[in-house]
Nanobody, 124 residues
C-alpha cells in the first residue's frame, strides 16, 4: 500500500535550518508530483511547496519563497524540504502529500495520500 513517512523535524532556534525527508513506497514515485503542506497550531492546512514528477519544476508559497527549497530523488523514492532562515511562524506539523498528476498546481491541498507528519518548532 502507499506509504509516505516524514522525518527530520525538531526544535530549532530562529534563523537556523532543517531538512525534512519523506520516504515513499507502494507506488511509482516518479509518476507523481509531490508536495509539502503544513498546519500550524489552531490553523488550517497551508500549502508550502510542490515539485513535478520529473523534479525539474518547483513552486513555493510566498511565505517561504527564497527560504525553503523542495527537491526529490526519484532513484531513492524520497522527497526533501530544505528549510533555511526559519522563523517562529514556520512552527507547524509538516506533511508530505502525493498528487494524482505529474504537474504542480500551486496552493492545492486536496491530495489523496498523506504522510503522518513531522513537527517543526522554531523557538528561541
Amino acid at each position: 500500500q502507499v506509504q509516505l513517512v516524514e522525518s527530520g523535524g525538531g526544535v530549532v532556534r530562529p534563523g537556523h535550518s532543517l531538512m525534512l525527508s519523506c520516504a515513499a513506497s507502494g507506488f511509482t514515485f516518479s509518476r507523481h508530483a509531490m508536495h509539502w503542506v503544513r498546519q500550524a497550531p489552531g490553523k488550517g492546512l497551508e500549502w508550502v511547496s510542490g515539485i513535478n514528477s520529473g523534479g525539474d519544476s518547483t513552486n513555493a508559497a510566498d511565505s517561504v519563497k527564497g527560504r525553503f527549497s523542495i527537491s526529490r530523488d526519484n532513484a531513492k523514492n524520497t522527497l526533501y524540504l530544505q528549510m533555511n532562515s526559519l522563523k517562529p511562524e514556520d512552527t507547524a506539523v509538516y506533511y508530505c502529500a502525493r498528487d494524482s498528476v505529474k504537474w504542480v498546481v500551486p496552493g492545492k491541498t486536496d491530495f489523496g495520500k498523506w504522510g503522518q507528519g513531522t513537527q517543526v518548532t522554531v523557538s528561541s
